[in-house]
């Protein structure tokens, strides 16, 4: 296993069994997707992301300047190092990825019917309310809620929190090593 962002949460993921079906919500280089596929016993795993230039905002303090951000030309890069991972973990197979904006891509997901969600997209306070809200419909009950950038507690932790809320879940956050989880 490598030290990509998901590397925390291997665990909690195969705590929910085999044949699992998830989602990584901004994949960038693909290394998060690629240790999912090799530590967890995956029936199909989902990628989001449109390879976009962004300008990302999240800080342990925000103060509304960049944090950093990739162009058009380091984002086909990350584009082509996911797509070449991917081709050659002999699990293609299981792989979808669906090269749009999130808010577009979860048009695509059926309510319900994924065992747990990989948060990485997350750039602004709005941003991350925004997906929150859309995606969590999608992960079946008992199952989780997975991110990283948990030390981003105003522009991470507090929207998921406000969404958890509005769902009714009053199932606690989990937060280690700057990932967390919760049990939808």
Known sequence: MNRSDVSNLILAINTLGDNLVGLELGVLKGESLITILNNCSIKKLYGVDSWLPYTDFLKHIPDGKPAGGATIEEQDINRFLTYHAIKYSKQKHKVEIIEKDSLEAVKQIPDNS???????????????YEE??????????????????????????????KVKKEYGNDNKIVIFNGCFFFKV
């Open 114 to 128: 994924l065992d747990f969600i990989f948060f990485d997209a997350m750039m602004t306070e709005k941003q991350s």
């Open 132 to 161: 929150a809200k859309v995606y969590y419909p999608k992960i079946k009950k008992g199952g989780l809620f997975t991110g990283h950038d948990a030390n981003c507690t105003q522009q991470v932790i507090e929207p998921i929190e």
